[in-house]
């Protein structure tokens, strides 16, 4: 939460950067054309503008290559879903082979730049098809991600707890390569799609150039139950909502299927990590730069204001609880500076 003016912001963005000379970094991120190679591109040029720092990025790497790299010190920044380092920490999953004490002294050694979203779970298929809703997804075929990962993990949990329905057992689970997900989606060999999507982002919006699409809204009482709020504030996971103005981006062939016009659902978070061992004065040079060009980030992509880049309250970022992530010190300072609230249990 924010508590200085807009004239205090300006002031600092008008002081020299004069706190660190010019470092090479790198960082790793993935294929262009979603938020986390947006936030990571557009860190790169603001400071290599500035004379911060020459970042070198890596692309078409996942969240778990990244957040790995990140924590034994192969990479300087990496994509971060806060899941990971949960599962991290706990030498689960993708992480097993680490066992349970490595995996947390990595974990440990993980901080945070800055927050954003990894994507909104939405629930969406052609009209044509004639799915109701959440509770007319038994025996439909459901592309609910990727080969592996966790995006495809969380979409099957969600489903889950709304529906107590179960991949293959009760209902059919599709996988696709991200690159292919729009092809998946608009030759038909799917009823549903349960991605993590930004509004209004590219593939969405190009299978609604193929025909009218229903957006299905998680129903308000299922949302605000106890069992669906466990799962929406879960590790790497946040309570999701857009308007009804927000979702009209998608334009006239998204019709969403909600009470009272808002979309509901989960989100998943994360943020760009670090290593607890970067220099206190990069970590915090590196994250002013990204609070002070926000606004040109936001002019880069349609969707970027709907991803909770300024919003560092704990539920809604993912920090806190049970997330062993925190802020690297050079950040906090650098976003108390700029005159946010960062929540103690962050720090």
């Given amino acids: 939460m924010k508590k200085l003016g807009l004239a205090t912001a300006m002031g600092l963005a008008l002081v020299a950067n004069t706190a660190v000379a010019e470092v090479n970094l790198t960082a790793m991120t993935s294929t262009p054309g979603v938020a986390v190679h947006l936030t990571v591109a557009h860190l790169a040029e603001v400071v290599a503008e500035r004379g911060i720092a020459n970042i070198q990025i890596n ?165 605000e139950s106890e069992e669906v709020q466990r799962v929406l504030t879960s590790p790497g996971s946040a309570p999701f909502i857009l308007s009804a103005e927000q979702m009209a981006a998608l334009g006239e062939n998204a019709n969403v299927v909600s009470e009272d016009g808002a979309f509901r659902t989960r989100g998943s978070v994360g943020g760009n990590c670090v290593n607890a061992a970067m220099d206190e004065e990069i970590a915090y040079a590196l994250t002013r730069a990204h609070i002070e060009t926000i606004e040109q980030l936001y002019a880069k992509a349609l969707y970027a204001r709907n991803i909770g880049l300024e919003d560092l309250d704990p539920v809604a970022s993912g920090m806190c609880g049970l997330n062993p992530v925190r802020y690297h010190p050079g950040a906090v300072r650098a976003w108390e500076e700029a005159g946010y609230d960062v929540p103690d249990c962050a720090k």
Avoid: H
Avoid at 82 to 106: H, Q, S, T
């Fill in 59 to 223: 692309l078409g790497q996942t969240g778990v290559n990244a957040t790995l790299a990140v924590a034994e010190g192969r990479t300087d920044i990496g994509i971060c879903p806060f899941i990971l380092p949960f599962l991290m920490e706990r030498g689960v999953g993708p992480f097993a082979d680490l066992g349970a004490e490595r995996g947390k002294e990595l974990a440990g050694g993980l901080r945070v730049l800055y927050p954003y979203s990894f994507g909104a779970y939405t629930l969406y298929g052609y009209d044509s098809v004639g799915v109701s809703g959440w509770d007319d997804l038994a025996g439909r075929r459901i592309l609910d991600g990727p080969p592996r990962g966790a995006a495809t993990n969380e979409a099957r949990s969600l489903i889950q707890v709304m529906t107590g329905l179960e991949a293959e057992t009760g209902f059919t689970a599709i996988e696709s390569d991200w690159s292919q997900m729009t092809t998946t989606i608009t030759e038909g060999s799917v009823d549903v799609a349960l991605l993590p999507e930004y509004i209004p982002s590219d593939r969405p919006l190009q299978a609604l150039s193929a025909g009218r699409m229903n957006f299905y809204s998680i129903p308000i009482a299922q949302f």
